[in-house]
């Protein structure tokens, strides 16, 4: 399957620093073409700004941080998803780990914003993973398990239409990624319970890894069988190491 590498600034950018960045992927994908789906992700103030960066071109692809799980009304602060998807948005991360920690978001809430997106005619990204101590104490799976199990029970089959993104919460921003098997195995009980619910469709659901994914460790967390992309914090920020990692999805 054709893999995604998706970027994602979190709350990270400047209009100046935005348009380097922008111009420096560009020319860099140019110079070499992806084999793979690459998807930037800003803060949402920045969506027009490199909505306009972005256009004319196919190489990158829009993306947004997060989508409101209503559909309009009196929710301040929120962004809709049919707003996204006036901006060019295509993907859209939903229950990044970050947004379950720091603004409660339960697992329930999450499948909704993804049936939202999906609603608007965006890809979401669903994030899933463990905390350190959840790892600890065995309950690697059960956690994903329960998080996969609410986006199933609001959405059934339309999961087929949606991307998940494993993502470890002691990997993330720590410079300690999981090691590819230790991800795979993740990986790969995600896709079995997948392929409970949707059977044969499971196979074609891309599964990225996130967390502290760099040039360095992406070519053999790529290479494992149920890993189809990845969701990249840090080193999305830097042209070369970004680029680095889109050069490895093949
Ligand atoms: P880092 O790549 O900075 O660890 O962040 C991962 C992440 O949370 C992407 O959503």
């Given at each position: 399957m054709r893999k995604l590498i998706a970027g994602n600034w979190k709350m990270n950018g400047a209009l100046v620093a935005n348009q380097t960045l922008i111009h420096a992927l560009l020319d860099g994908l140019r110079a070499q073409p992806a084999v793979c789906d690459v998807a930037l992700c800003p803060p949402a103030v920045y969506l027009a700004q490199v909505q306009a960066l972005l256009h004319?071109?196919?190489a990158i692809a829009l993306g947004a941080q997060d989508a409101s799980e209503?559909?309009?009304?009196?929710?301040?602060g929120d962004t809709a998803a049919a707003m996204l998807h006036e901006f060019g948005v295509r993907y859209v991360i939903v229950g990044h780990s970050e947004r379950r920690s720091y603004q409660g978001e339960s697992d329930a809430q999450v499948a909704r914003k993804a049936q939202r997106a999906l609603a608007a005619g965006i890809t979401p990204i669903v994030c899933v993973g463990e905390s350190l101590l959840e790892r600890e104490q065995g309950q690697t799976e059960a956690v994903v398990a329960r998080q996969l199990a609410a986006l199933l029970e609001c959405n059934g089959n339309r999961v087929a239409d949606m991307a998940l993104a494993y993502e470890p919460l002691w990997a993330i921003g720590t410079g300690h990624a999981a090691t590819p098997q230790q991800a795979q195995a993740v990986h790969a009980a995600l896709r079995a319970r997948l392929h409970d619910a949707l059977g044969a469709q499971a196979a074609d659901v891309r599964i990225l890894y996130g967390g502290s994914m760099n040039a360095a460790n992406a070519a053999s967390l790529l290479a494992?069988?149920?890993?189809?992309?990845g969701l990249i914090g840090g080193a999305s920020l830097k042209a070369p190491d970004f680029l680095e990692i889109i050069a490895a999805a093949r």
């Open positions: 004319g071109q196919d209503h559909e309009a009304g009196a929710f301040t494992q069988p149920d890993i189809d992309g």
